[in-house]
């Protein structure tokens, strides 16, 4: 049986007659991609963008490979394998985030020997579907509606066609989705590892890769057998929490945080720890304030905390109509230190940040618990009735610091996953429909969050749709900013889909912040490879569009600045756009429609006859045939296109060009 865990591994001429972006990172493509936003006139974002868990469409080889780091052989993984080799096809039952996506991920990339995985929609109905090509395909969390159409001869007939594709399907059922007993051959329940060989494994990629050198790989492994890094390891079901041990034991062997602080770390992270630290705050203004700032911003630096936490204080002493706490006759109160302690929260060691262009020191804020924050929101959220809506309030009322829409965004988002009702994402709304760009970021990063959950990604597709069809700029403004973040790298299709709608309308309708959001939007999407040939098809439709439109002068300028600039534009420094050379070099074939209809527009023509006798000049003299190939393709696709005929004519006549009387050729 194969190792799952080790696959096989002058220019022509003839008659035929934007946007700003900025970037404040670079690109990091196993950590946070960059997000190329506009520059708006109330703050830059710090432009990260998550790489999401679920897609739909290909997920990236080098995104496998880091998700699967930590991997371990859970205890039902032979089944499942025997299973997924024996049928093509495997429907997983598990519980959320016990890794049963993750194990999922290391079957598909083992029985295809690490060939493709694509995502599909969880709604797919697999009674339908039928696989495109080779290669592995996962559904995560298929959906009530679309298990109940499962059946006996629908699976059978499911198998052979994956057999005769060579392709695998790995469909996780949610624990609790009712299964016909019919189904049995195909199902097997997922059982989680044991969190404490997937701390020892990750432990073990660690020192492989250069990240901890051996002292420091022993130090952690005693660690690991000592209480109570033992007992919080031997108390989780999750693999995430072998996970979380081991970057708490980094941090104390790299970087000199005590044991005792690491295992508090991992300790105070809890409900109950939530549930201490907000009765004890309950009764005084001061440190509630400052306990939700934290939960809303954690990470931020301390004196954006602290001040915008006094910003809180009146809505909840209006609320709940008690004091502030007593200076018992010291002028000075309570220090910001003392502050932090009584609500569980430290300020992490200097470092330095960099925004607008200058570099600051910066000390960022956490609570002494790992998971704490996100345990007193939820908390303040749902349990207390009027508590989102002020918190809300507080936030539409605050001036933009860099990063706020970043953080409190995400963290909004998380704890929508965790509320109930049909109308769960309202509280949104006005952030969507906000004149400020930073709220409607952050109204973009908490959908980008939700859209995550497999419960709610329908409703987060729902509103989506109704937003990009409203008249105002600023929600179409929304729907475009969320295509420009995890949104859009998990679902390209359907971002595709809405930018399209966004875009409706004449040239002179347009907004120019609709615009370079859309330009936005698009530079994120382009920052994965297998997404240049979807972009470039929805630029294509949108140029041959009738003229005066609002998507076919937008496909103009982005045609003409990938033929000089690069597209997306940015002003930042040592940073450029895709360029029709990038494109050509890596698969010329994507761009034989656009430069069909780049030929055909008047308004192009020129830039595009020069891009392509630029190009083929700075080929290698060994290159000439990969033109020759691409200039065949595009005179087999033109049809007796004029423009093409136009081109070919004059780049005939600039390489043999007619003789002067008298000269014998």
Known sequence: MPDPMHPADARPSATYGSNTQRVTHGIAIMGSVDRLIFNPADGDADGKVVKPRFREGPYPPDDIVFRLRAFVDPPSYVACWNRLTGRQLLLLRGETGTGTSTAALSLLRGVTRAGRITGLDSATD??????????????????????????????????????????????????????????????????????????????????????????????????????????????????????????????????????????????????????????????????LALAAAVALLEEQDRSVVERLSTRLRPLLAARIETPTAS??????????QDRLIAVQAKALPRSVATTRGYRYW?????????????????????????????????????????????????????????????????????????????????????LGEVVQDPVMSAAVRVQLRQWSRVQRPEPRCTVAETCAGSLGLALPSFALKLLHTVMEGTEDELDANVQKAVSAAFGVLLTEKDNRGPVLQQLTAWLVETGGTARHSYAVQA???????????????????????????????????????????????????????????????????????????????????????????????????????????
């Open 362 to 446: 910066t000390e960022p804020v956490v609570f002494r618990g790992k998971h704490l924050a996100e345990e007193v929101l939820r908390r303040l959220w749902l349990d207390y009735e009027g508590f989102s809506e002020l918190l809300l309030q507080w936030l539409r009322e605050l001036p933009y610091e860099p990063g706020l829409d970043h953080s409190a965004g995400r963290r909004i988002g998380r704890v929508l996953c965790q509320g109930s009702g049909p109308d769960v994402l309202r509280e949104l709304d006005g952030f969507a429909r906000s004149p400020l760009s930073w709220q409607r970021r952050l109204a973009g990063y908490a």
């Open 126 to 287: 697999l009674t339908e579907w039928t696989p495109s090509a080779a290669g592995g395909y996962l559904v995560q969390g298929i959906s009530p509606e679309s298990s109940a159409l499962l059946d006996e001869v629908a699976l059978n007939r499911l198998t052979d066609q994956l057999r005769v594709a060579q392709a695998f399907l790995v469909v996780i059922v949610p624990a609790g989705t009712g299964l016909p007993r019919t189904l049995a051959p195909w199902c097997e329940e997922h059982v989680p590892p044991d969190p404490s060989g997937v701390a020892r494994a990750l432990l073990k990629r660690l020192a492989e890769e250069g990240e901890l050198d051996p002292d420091q790989v022993r130090q952690a492994y005693a660690k690991l057998d000592d209480s109570p890094f033992k007992e919080y390891l031997a108390a989780g079901r999750s693999p995430a929490t072998g996970v979380e041990a081991v970057e708490e034991l980094r941090e104390m062997v790299v970087n000199g945080r005590t044991p005792e602080d690491a295992a508090d770390n991992l300790r105070l992270g809890s409900a109950e720890a939530a549930e201490e630290l907000l009765r004890k705050v309950r009764g005084n203004t001061e440190d």
């Open 559 to 665: 045609t003409r600045a990938l033929c000089t600039s690069g597209f997306p534009a940015t002003n930042r420094v040592g940073a450029r756009g895709l360029k029709f050379a990038d494109v050509f070099t890596a698969a010329g074939d994507l761009l034989v429609p656009l430069v069909l209809a780049a030929l055909g527009d008047r308004g192009l023509y020129e830039t595009m006859s020069a891009a392509l006798t630029q190009l083929e000049d700075s080929l290698e003299p060994g290159q000439q045939a990969r033109m020759d190939a691409f200039l065949t393709s595009l005179t087999e696709e033109s049809g007796g296109h004029q423009g093409l005929r136009g081109f070919l004519l004059a780049r005939y006549r600039l390489r043999y060009p007619r003789p002067v009387d008298g000269e014998f050729r």
């Open 327 to 336: 200076t018992d006759g010291n002028l000075l109160g309570r220090s910001i």
